[in-house]
Protein backbone atom coordinates (compact mmCIF):
# COMPACT_ATOMS: atom_id res chain seq x y z
CA UNK A 1 0.00 0.00 0.00
CA UNK A 2 1.33 3.33 -0.91
CA UNK A 3 -0.28 6.49 0.66
CA UNK A 4 1.14 10.20 1.04
CA UNK A 5 -1.10 11.94 4.04
CA UNK A 6 2.22 12.02 5.24
CA UNK A 7 5.77 14.23 5.18
CA UNK A 8 7.02 11.62 2.92
CA UNK A 9 5.68 9.20 0.66
CA UNK A 10 4.64 5.73 2.72
CA UNK A 11 5.15 2.28 0.84
CA UNK A 12 3.34 -0.33 3.22
CA UNK A 13 4.40 -3.86 1.96
CA UNK A 14 3.68 -7.30 3.45
CA UNK A 15 5.49 -10.62 3.56
CA UNK A 16 3.82 -14.42 3.87
CA UNK A 17 5.80 -17.84 3.73
CA UNK A 18 3.45 -19.78 1.51
CA UNK A 19 5.01 -22.82 2.77
CA UNK A 20 6.04 -21.85 6.68
CA UNK A 21 9.62 -23.11 7.79
CA UNK A 22 9.56 -22.19 11.12
CA UNK A 23 10.09 -24.46 13.98
CA UNK A 24 8.49 -24.04 17.51
CA UNK A 25 11.53 -22.61 20.06
CA UNK A 26 13.43 -20.72 17.12
CA UNK A 27 13.50 -16.81 16.65
CA UNK A 28 9.94 -15.85 17.32
CA UNK A 29 7.99 -18.64 16.79
CA UNK A 30 5.73 -19.86 19.35
CA UNK A 31 2.52 -21.32 20.54
CA UNK A 32 -0.79 -19.61 21.12
CA UNK A 33 -3.14 -20.42 23.56
CA UNK A 34 -4.95 -23.07 21.16
CA UNK A 35 -1.64 -25.22 20.58
CA UNK A 36 -1.16 -23.34 17.34
CA UNK A 37 2.34 -22.63 15.63
CA UNK A 38 2.67 -18.90 15.17
CA UNK A 39 5.69 -16.13 14.59
CA UNK A 40 5.50 -12.66 15.09
CA UNK A 41 6.73 -11.26 11.95
CA UNK A 42 9.78 -8.23 12.48
CA UNK A 43 12.63 -7.10 10.83
CA UNK A 44 15.63 -5.38 12.88
CA UNK A 45 16.03 -2.16 11.92
CA UNK A 46 19.30 -1.83 10.30
CA UNK A 47 17.68 -4.81 7.41
CA UNK A 48 14.92 -1.79 7.65
CA UNK A 49 17.40 0.44 6.67
CA UNK A 50 18.93 -1.54 4.57
CA UNK A 51 16.17 -2.19 1.93
CA UNK A 52 15.18 1.46 2.54
CA UNK A 53 18.39 2.40 0.87
CA UNK A 54 18.61 -0.46 -2.18
CA UNK A 55 14.85 1.44 -2.82
CA UNK A 56 16.43 4.70 -2.63
CA UNK A 57 19.41 3.91 -4.72
CA UNK A 58 17.18 2.30 -6.76
CA UNK A 59 14.79 5.38 -7.55
CA UNK A 60 17.50 7.51 -7.96
CA UNK A 61 20.47 5.98 -9.24
CA UNK A 62 17.87 5.97 -12.48
CA UNK A 63 18.13 10.02 -12.77
CA UNK A 64 20.08 11.99 -15.28
CA UNK A 65 22.11 13.44 -12.74
CA UNK A 66 23.75 10.28 -11.06
CA UNK A 67 24.42 9.12 -15.17
CA UNK A 68 26.29 12.32 -15.35
CA UNK A 69 27.98 11.88 -12.06
CA UNK A 70 28.93 8.36 -13.23
CA UNK A 71 30.21 9.94 -16.55
CA UNK A 72 32.33 12.70 -15.31
CA UNK A 73 34.33 10.40 -12.68
CA UNK A 74 35.03 7.56 -15.16
CA UNK A 75 35.24 8.92 -18.19
CA UNK A 76 35.72 12.45 -18.29
CA UNK A 77 38.59 13.21 -15.81
CA UNK A 78 39.99 9.29 -14.93
CA UNK A 79 39.55 8.20 -18.67
CA UNK A 80 41.10 11.32 -19.91
CA UNK A 81 43.85 11.07 -17.19
CA UNK A 82 45.16 7.94 -18.59
CA UNK A 83 46.06 9.68 -21.48
CA UNK A 84 48.31 12.05 -19.94
CA UNK A 85 51.70 11.03 -18.81
CA UNK A 86 52.63 13.02 -15.45
CA UNK A 87 56.16 12.36 -15.56
CA UNK A 88 56.47 14.07 -18.62
CA UNK A 89 54.21 17.42 -17.02
CA UNK A 90 56.90 20.46 -15.95
CA UNK A 91 54.35 20.91 -13.25
CA UNK A 92 53.88 17.45 -11.60
CA UNK A 93 57.07 15.84 -12.29
CA UNK A 94 58.74 17.03 -9.45
CA UNK A 95 55.46 16.20 -7.41
CA UNK A 96 55.07 12.87 -8.89
CA UNK A 97 59.27 11.67 -8.65
CA UNK A 98 58.79 13.13 -4.91
CA UNK A 99 55.74 10.32 -4.63
CA UNK A 100 58.11 7.91 -6.18
CA UNK A 101 60.42 8.04 -3.14
CA UNK A 102 57.78 7.53 -0.53
CA UNK A 103 55.97 4.69 -1.85
CA UNK A 104 56.41 1.09 -0.29
CA UNK A 105 59.33 -0.94 -1.69
CA UNK A 106 56.74 -3.72 -2.70
CA UNK A 107 54.95 -2.38 -6.11
CA UNK A 108 51.88 -5.10 -5.19
CA UNK A 109 51.07 -2.90 -2.60
CA UNK A 110 50.40 0.28 -4.52
CA UNK A 111 46.69 0.46 -4.46
CA UNK A 112 45.08 3.50 -3.35
CA UNK A 113 42.91 1.37 -0.73
CA UNK A 114 46.34 -0.95 0.43
CA UNK A 115 47.05 -0.54 4.08
CA UNK A 116 50.33 -0.10 3.13
CA UNK A 117 49.94 2.80 1.39
CA UNK A 118 48.45 4.55 4.50
CA UNK A 119 51.36 6.84 5.49
CA UNK A 120 52.22 7.98 1.35
CA UNK A 121 48.35 8.16 0.45
CA UNK A 122 48.16 11.68 1.43
CA UNK A 123 50.82 12.46 -1.38
CA UNK A 124 49.07 10.65 -4.05
CA UNK A 125 45.46 12.86 -2.42
CA UNK A 126 47.56 15.72 -3.36
CA UNK A 127 49.05 15.04 -6.34
CA UNK A 128 45.31 14.03 -7.45
CA UNK A 129 43.97 18.03 -6.20
CA UNK A 130 46.51 19.15 -8.51
CA UNK A 131 45.46 17.07 -11.50
CA UNK A 132 42.10 17.85 -10.90
CA UNK A 133 43.08 21.74 -10.99
CA UNK A 134 45.43 21.89 -13.43
CA UNK A 135 43.05 19.94 -16.24
CA UNK A 136 39.64 19.21 -14.72
CA UNK A 137 38.72 22.08 -12.70
CA UNK A 138 35.28 22.43 -15.29
CA UNK A 139 34.60 18.94 -14.37
CA UNK A 140 34.96 18.72 -10.94
CA UNK A 141 32.88 22.07 -10.63
CA UNK A 142 30.28 20.45 -12.23
CA UNK A 143 30.33 17.14 -10.53
CA UNK A 144 30.30 19.25 -7.06
CA UNK A 145 27.24 20.87 -8.30
CA UNK A 146 25.34 17.44 -9.15
CA UNK A 147 26.23 15.64 -6.21
CA UNK A 148 24.87 18.23 -4.04
CA UNK A 149 21.87 18.28 -5.91
CA UNK A 150 21.46 14.22 -5.57
CA UNK A 151 22.40 14.61 -1.34
CA UNK A 152 19.35 16.70 -1.17
CA UNK A 153 17.14 14.29 -2.87
CA UNK A 154 18.54 11.74 -0.76
CA UNK A 155 18.33 13.68 2.36
CA UNK A 156 14.63 14.62 1.57
CA UNK A 157 13.83 10.59 0.66
CA UNK A 158 15.65 9.82 3.95
CA UNK A 159 13.66 12.18 6.33
CA UNK A 160 16.27 15.04 6.38
CA UNK A 161 18.91 12.38 7.28
CA UNK A 162 22.18 12.08 5.14
CA UNK A 163 23.59 9.72 4.14
CA UNK A 164 27.12 11.10 3.15
CA UNK A 165 26.50 10.16 -0.52
CA UNK A 166 28.73 13.12 -1.68
CA UNK A 167 31.65 12.31 0.26
CA UNK A 168 31.75 8.73 -0.91
CA UNK A 169 31.60 10.28 -4.56
CA UNK A 170 34.26 12.46 -3.91
CA UNK A 171 36.06 9.44 -2.19
CA UNK A 172 35.16 7.11 -5.17
CA UNK A 173 36.90 9.61 -7.47
CA UNK A 174 39.80 10.33 -5.77
CA UNK A 175 40.17 6.47 -5.20
CA UNK A 176 40.16 5.89 -9.22
CA UNK A 177 42.22 8.69 -9.64
CA UNK A 178 45.03 7.34 -7.24
CA UNK A 179 45.09 4.52 -8.75
CA UNK A 180 45.62 6.09 -11.91
CA UNK A 181 48.51 7.43 -10.71
CA UNK A 182 49.88 4.47 -9.04
CA UNK A 183 49.36 2.77 -12.50
CA UNK A 184 51.65 5.14 -13.84
CA UNK A 185 53.97 5.22 -10.62
CA UNK A 186 54.26 1.08 -11.58
CA UNK A 187 54.68 2.21 -15.39
CA UNK A 188 58.12 4.50 -14.85
CA UNK A 189 59.64 2.22 -12.40
CA UNK A 190 59.57 -0.91 -14.56
CA UNK A 191 60.62 1.24 -17.37
CA UNK A 192 63.28 3.11 -14.89
CA UNK A 193 64.50 -0.72 -14.27
CA UNK A 194 65.02 -1.74 -17.48
CA UNK A 195 66.98 1.02 -18.88
CA UNK A 196 69.03 0.61 -15.62
CA UNK A 197 69.49 -2.95 -16.42
CA UNK A 198 70.34 -2.21 -20.54
CA UNK A 199 73.10 0.36 -19.56
CA UNK A 200 74.24 -1.88 -17.01
CA UNK A 201 74.67 -4.70 -20.26
CA UNK A 202 75.98 -2.11 -22.40
CA UNK A 203 78.51 -0.97 -19.91
CA UNK A 204 79.63 -4.63 -19.43
CA UNK A 205 79.95 -5.04 -23.19
CA UNK A 206 81.82 -2.09 -23.31
CA UNK A 207 83.99 -2.83 -20.61
CA UNK A 208 84.86 -6.10 -22.39
CA UNK A 209 86.00 -4.25 -25.36
CA UNK A 210 88.27 -1.72 -23.75
CA UNK A 211 89.61 -5.09 -22.16
CA UNK A 212 90.22 -6.82 -24.98
CA UNK A 213 91.47 -3.44 -26.91
CA UNK A 214 94.24 -3.53 -24.16
CA UNK A 215 95.20 -6.97 -24.57
CA UNK A 216 95.43 -6.35 -27.99
CA UNK A 217 97.95 -3.03 -27.39
CA UNK A 218 99.77 -4.80 -24.93
CA UNK A 219 100.46 -7.74 -27.81
CA UNK A 220 101.26 -4.82 -30.23
CA UNK A 221 103.73 -2.90 -27.79
CA UNK A 222 105.41 -6.25 -27.04
CA UNK A 223 105.64 -7.39 -30.14
CA UNK A 224 106.93 -3.87 -32.12
CA UNK A 225 109.52 -4.16 -28.52
CA UNK A 226 110.49 -7.29 -29.89
CA UNK A 227 111.39 -6.62 -32.99
CA UNK A 228 113.12 -3.44 -32.06
CA UNK A 229 115.64 -5.45 -29.95
CA UNK A 230 115.54 -8.20 -33.07
CA UNK A 231 116.63 -5.61 -35.33
CA UNK A 232 119.22 -4.05 -32.93
CA UNK A 233 120.62 -7.64 -32.39
CA UNK A 234 121.19 -8.11 -36.21
CA UNK A 235 122.93 -4.63 -36.58
CA UNK A 236 125.43 -5.16 -33.77
CA UNK A 237 126.13 -8.83 -35.58
CA UNK A 238 126.68 -7.16 -38.72
CA UNK A 239 129.19 -4.77 -37.19
CA UNK A 240 130.86 -7.23 -35.56
CA UNK A 241 131.50 -9.18 -38.67
CA UNK A 242 132.36 -6.43 -40.58
CA UNK A 243 129.74 -5.26 -42.95
Known amino acids: AIHRNTDNFHVHIAMVEPYPMHQVGKGRCRLNGEGEIYQRGKFKASSIQSAKSKFVNALLNEQVETQRVNEIIRENIIGEKGKRKISEDRDLRLPFMQLLRELPNEQSKWNYNDKAMNESRYKVDELSETIIKKYFIREYEELNSLLDIQQQRYENAY??????????????????????????????????????????????????????????????????????????LRKQEDREAGI
Open 159 to 232: GGESNNYKENKIKDLYSRLGNSVLKEAREYKNIEGKSKTQRRKSNTAWNSVLQGLKRSMRKDIQSAKNQAAYEA
